[in-house]
């Protein structure tokens, strides 16, 4: 028995889409991985802001990368971007205050240093 043509035409045509579904599977897991991989990133190099905050916020990050890591569905996908976000910012905010708090001593610290005269 021989395939029509019409037949060879529809198992290419099947072969050609189970060929882009392979590769666009491909493609979104290397951007879950890449995605993952930022967020251990922002873990790993945080500015150290105050034990209390950095622990903290490290422990939410890890908590997003395990929840997008066991279930990578869309809704968790765009869930977790508005979860990072609003992380970033909540310690952007605790390290700009942890900083600012420390540039205050520091100046306050500087004006009651002794000044040598000037020459």
């Known amino acids: 028995m021989t395939c029509t043509r019409a037949e060879t035409r529809g198992m290419i045509s099947l072969r050609k889409s189970l060929t882009e579904l392979d590769d666009l599977d491909s493609r979104f897991r290397t951007s879950l991985n890449c995605y ?47 979860e990072l976000e609003e992380q970033c910012r909540w310690y952007a905010e605790r390290a700009n205050n942890h900083f600012r708090l420390k540039e205050e001593r520091f100046s306050e610290s500087w004006k009651s240093w002794p000044r040598r005269p000037a020459l």
């Open 36 to 82: 993952l991989g930022a967020i251990a990133s922002i873990e790993e190099h945080l500015p150290e802001a105050g034990k209390e905050a950095v622990a903290e916020h490290r422990q939410k990050l890890k908590l997003i990368r395990k929840c997008v890591a066991d279930d990578p569905a869309v809704s968790k996908l765009e869930d977790s971007r508005l």
